[in-house]
Nanobody, 117 residues
Framework: VQLQASGGGLVQAGGSLRLSCAAS????????LTWFRQAPGKEREFVAI???????SYKDSVKGRFTIFRDNARNTVYLQMNSLKPEDTAVYYC????????????WGQGTQVTVSS
């Protein structure tokens, strides 16, 4: 599986962006898909997860502002980000794994999101 992330950019605080992560390969619907982010000088952190059964979960600070959703027909997972804040500035990465795995074995290349105040 290869992942290609896109959609990052520069936006003012309060604005919106939609990130996309397109996957190659088969059995996309069986994968757990997750967005992570890494801000300068900080550890990579979990943002949102889409389970293969349709369930989702979010980092507390993005709940109510971000939405993760997947289109299995297009092999794509999205992260809709609304009401963006400067602290959301980071490189965003998508990742995929089978539910039976602990570690993520497929990673996208990252897309930069910059939120200006």
């Amino acid at each position: 599986v290869q992942l290609q992330a896109s959609g990052g950019g520069l936006v003012q605080a309060g604005g919106s962006l939609r990130l996309s992560c397109a996957a190659s390969g088969r059995a996309f619907s069986t994968y757990v898909l997750t967005w992570f982010r890494q801000a300068p000088g900080k550890e990579r952190e979990f943002v949102a997860i889409s389970w293969s059964d349709g369930g989702t979960s979010y980092k507390d600070s993005v709940k109510g502002r971000f939405t993760i959703f997947r289109d299995n027909a297009r092999n794509t997972v999205y992260l809709q980000m609304n009401s963006l804040k400067p602290e959301d500035t980071a490189v965003y990465y998508c990742a995929a794994k089978l539910a039976t795995r602990v570690e993520y074995n497929y990673w996208g290349q990252g897309t930069q999101v910059t939120v200006s105040s």
